[in-house]
């Protein structure tokens, strides 16, 4: 999904498969700065968003251009790791010749993003605090997390240490720093797929007689429906960034994708 201006863009095909995707309109174009959001749902939305930005530029070339794309898509891949591209590097290649006023981010998976997306800026994750009253502790599922959260944490913090097979599965799960007595937890990290390590945290979590678990994402994507994050956790927090499915135990605490929301166009 890409809005500007508060107008959601169009996208369409044409038969042979290409981008059928009308300007925005002349009356919906800002002197003094044009606000785009992209809520990503695929990469085909990257050649949508170059397209209208440059449309944007030729005809409004004075007109500083602002981003909001609370997921950076590609974070995940942002290294050389098993011969697989390095595709974040050459994605944030393609957001720079944009030469955006600055580009706001909710939560980056990687830290390379920063090193990687000019004049980037970062997005508060809202209402998270409204969460964690009558919980006992917060839980870092491994170290990664609890380097990036734990200098905010407002309860008593548990660190995961999670140890893999040579195919890559988690085969054992150990809690550092359980407070002997803990009943409710909270467990935060920043992207949420099937949702292995959190059950392996929940599972740990339980065996030390923890009755109420909570996990608070900023990003979650429709995959988790595939795995049994829902069968071992009370409740999901996060936000619609990615995640555009329904869930008894799945809750919201930022929504981007509708008027309603947090969005804001400043």
């Known amino acids: 999904m890409i809005i500007v201006n508060g107008i959601e863009v169009?996208?369409?095909q044409f038969g042979d498969g290409t981008l059928?995707?009308?300007?925005?309109h002349g009356d919906e174009i800002l002197a003094n700065g044009?606000?785009?959001w992209?809520?990503?749902?695929?990469?085909a939305e990257l050649f949508t968003l170059y397209c209208v930005v440059r449309d944007l530029q030729n005809r409004m070339p004075t007109a500083q251009n602002y981003l909001f794309m609370p997921y950076i898509p590609h974070a995940r891949q942002d290294r050389n790791v098993s011969g697989r591209l390095f595709t974040l590097k050459y994605f944030s290649e393609i957001i720079n010749t944009l030469n955006f006023y600055y580009v706001a981010v909710l939560d980056p998976h990687s830290e390379a993003s920063s090193c990687l997306i000019d004049r980037m800026v970062y997005l508060p994750f809202e209402n998270q605090l409204d969460y964690i009253e009558g919980y006992d502790a917060i839980m870092y599922p491994d170290a990664g997390a609890a380097k990036k959260y734990s200098r905010a944490a407002k309860l008593p913090v548990i660190i995961g240490n999670?140890?893999?097979n040579e195919e890559g599965r988690i085969d054992s799960y150990e809690l550092l720093n359980f407070p002997e007595g803990t009943k409710s937890v909270i467990i935060r990290d920043d992207i949420c797929s099937y949702g292995g390590t959190f059950?392996?945290?929940a599972k740990a979590?339980?065996?030390r007689g923890v009755e109420?678990?909570?996990l608070m994402v900023s990003h979650c994507e429709n995959n988790i429906l595939k795995g049994e994050v829902f069968d071992y956790i009370d409740r999901v927090v996060t936000t619609d960034t990615i995640c555009t499915i329904e869930h008894p135990k799945l809750e919201f605490a930022a929504r981007y994708r509708t008027d309603e929301g947090e969005r804001e166009d400043v």
Do not use: G, P, S, T
């Open 20 to 24: 059928k995707c009308e300007a925005v």
């Open 162 to 164: 999670k140890h893999r």
């Open 212 to 214: 109420k678990i909570m």
């Open 205 to 207: 979590l339980r065996e």
């Open 199 to 201: 059950v392996a945290a």
């Open 38 to 43: 992209w809520l990503y749902d695929n990469d």
């Open 34 to 36: 044009n606000v785009i």
């Open 10 to 12: 169009k996208q369409e």
